[in-house]
């Protein structure tokens, strides 16, 4: 660098100063090399011409007067002591123009260097600037949620104690519900009665009544209840799964009436016991059909002929069977000569004497 300010400095002083006062770009530096170049043509003009007008100027201050000039003869050629010294000089000149056209050379890369480094410089600056922001953020949301855990743990420590004593009520309602489940339980067992399921607006129970000692034939059809609950403290009562007719169809009661209700249902389950026991042994047998709304069971004889048989209330204890009506295809047949001998028949005595009779 010390070396093209001393070549610059020796060509052009002006050109030394604005080296000095900006910063050199690139495309100053390549253009600088020509310029040098040109100027270095010039110069060596100029310093010819220079010499010429030295040489004459020595040669006028030696004459006398004008006269001398026209009358002295040419000088001579210059010696071979100037020719060399010339030579030399140029030479030097030569020397030094190639060693400053390498030093602008390797300071045209430097300063390529310089700016490449400047915008590799100004891109990191850029994303240390990014990432000091992204850290700003990231100590304020740290900030936040030390905050936050600060509070969850103020709270926590006023939540334990609460937690305690709700914690001591679980144990004792989780002892008072299994004392409960128990008592159910128990009451299950004598009240012939199996709880499903329940939650806030329905309750499902199954009737399971024991049959009596007398009895010894397939049970009749489960008997499962669902309760529905209303907002009035009333509920609905329906039959889900067994024989129907022990529930009033539309039934409204109170919440009050439940267990009255369930007993009154139990108890005509029971009484209806034998004769739903018997109606089931009698269908594997006869193809019947019981309507225990109308007390009234359809007996198939065959596929045109059908009976009709009334069981009255209370039976099998008293209450009886009668032959309500036979049709043939839709048209009543005459009935008063399909008389039995005995008068109080079952209805597997009746299915039987139907079954069997020469008139149907």
Known sequence: MAEAQAVLRRCDPALLGSLRDSEPCVSEAAGMVPY???????????????FVVDSMMSLLEGLQSAQNLVTQPCPTQPGGVARSRWRCLRADSRSVTEETETLLRTLQDKIQQ???RRHTL????????NKKEQYEQLDESLLKA????????HQLSQLRPELAVALGQVTSWQRIRDELQGYVSAVQDVM??????FNQSELCLELRPRPFPDIVSNEPETLKLSITWSHNDRFTMQVTEGPAGLVE??????????????????QRYLTQFHLLSEIQRLRSSFAIDWHPAQRLLVYLKKALLVCHLEVE????TRGQTRLLSVRRDGQALEISGLKPL???????????????????
């Not at 040098?36 to 220079?50: C, E, W």
């Not at 209330?313 to 099998?316: H, P």
Request: aromatic share 6%.
């Open 192 to 197: 012939q009665i199996n709880l499903l399921s």
């Open 313 to 316: 209330d209370g039976y099998s």
């Open 122 to 129: 100004t891109q990191l600056i850029q994303h240390l600037h």
């Open 114 to 116: 310089i700016h490449s």
């Open 342 to 360: 005995e008068s109080d028949l079952t209805l597997t005595g009746w299915l039987e004497f139907l079954s069997v009779h020469p008139l149907l």
């Open 249 to 266: 169809e539309g039934l409204w009661c109170r919440r009050s009436e439940l267990s009255s209700t369930l007993l009154e249902v139990m």
């Open 146 to 153: 030390y905050n936050a855990q600060q509070s969850c743990d």
């Open 36 to 50: 040098l170049t040109d100027r270095r043509q010039v110069q060596k003009v100029l310093g010819r011409q220079l």
